[in-house]
């Protein structure tokens, strides 16, 4: 067999299993691939298989922590868990109990895990069985590309990163922030927001901050909602149009804001979510605490409201 007949075998192994080769600092590094799905609701969506077994859609939940599996999923089309226990877990809706499996296996494009823990919840992404964060890519520099709706896995910082704004990552019990900056009634307020992909909107205020500035009466509501957490709590949302929202020099106009009023302590963090992360192309950091964003072809697209 020729040289020249080896290397396209070997490309052709390599374009099947989702693994790419790509030239960083002079050394060969290898970047897992994950093809994924931006719903209508701005998650995403990647296709996994537990147990060699059951083919299932997971959201990649930037702020989760755990993988889940929702009871219709289970119900409708999961033949593969096996339930050992239930435990009390905690949303933002409060303390619920919930179902508990262990020694399962999962497998997310090339990549394999071995005794898996999966939790049952209620809800997870409409268009999805289930969630996952990530901590199942530990010591991995995280990319996110909604132009080619593909996730990749770096070993080390591309040097595609010089092309990108840099930006601090707060890092805070395995959650993950960005600072940023609202105009309300003619005045910036800084505040954190934790990086959200799960929730579909676009900023929503912790209740402090919606004291502090008050928001509710600077802004004109739009409208109002109800929220659920994985486990059915309901939450009542008012929405708003924020005149001017910044991420460092990066300025967006005339976006919609969320917030609640008369449930102080309930909502303790601001959270940026999929209506805002898809107009970037990005590379998450954890261990350097660094995210690097990108304006992609989402970047001007209209805001839902």
Known sequence: MTFLIRLQLILLVL??????????????????????????????????????????????????????????????????????????????????????????????????????????????????????????????????????????????????????????????????????SSDIGGKAYSNRFLIHSGYGGTILYDDQFTLDSQIGSQLSIIDKKELKDSYGNVITTKKAMLPRFNIGDILFENIPVGFFEGAIGRQSMSVMGGNMLKRFNMLIDINHESIYLKPNTLYNSPFEK
Do not use: C
Not at 19 to 24: D, E, K, L, M, R
Not at 157 to 162: F, G, S, T, V
Not at 169 to 175: N, Q, R, T
């Open 15 to 180: 374009i099947s299993t989702n693994i790419a080769w790509s030239q960083n600092s002079d050394v060969l590094e290898r970047v897992d691939t994950i093809p994924f799905e931006l719903t209508d609701h701005n998650n995403l969506s990647v296709q996994a298989v537990l147990n060699k077994v059951d083919t299932i859609d997971l959201m990649f939940h930037t702020a989760a922590h755990d993988l889940t599996v929702t009871t219709k999923a289970i119900e409708d089309q999961l033949k593969s868990i096996i339930f050992n226990r239930t435990d009390t877990v905690t949303s933002w809706g409060g303390d619920q109990t919930a179902k508990f499996s262990s020694d399962n296996t999962l497998k997310i494009g090339s990549l394999e895990w071995e005794d898996v823990f999966i939790w049952e919840t209620r809800h997870s992404g409409p268009g999805t069985d289930g969630k996952f964060g990530p901590d199942r890519f530990e010591n991995k520099v995280i990319e996110i590309n909604f132009d080619r709706k593909e996730m990749l896995l770096h070993s080390s910082l591309p040097e595609k990163a010089k092309q990108y704004n840099k930006f601090k990552l707060i890092v805070e019990d395995g959650f993950l922030f960005l600072e940023g």
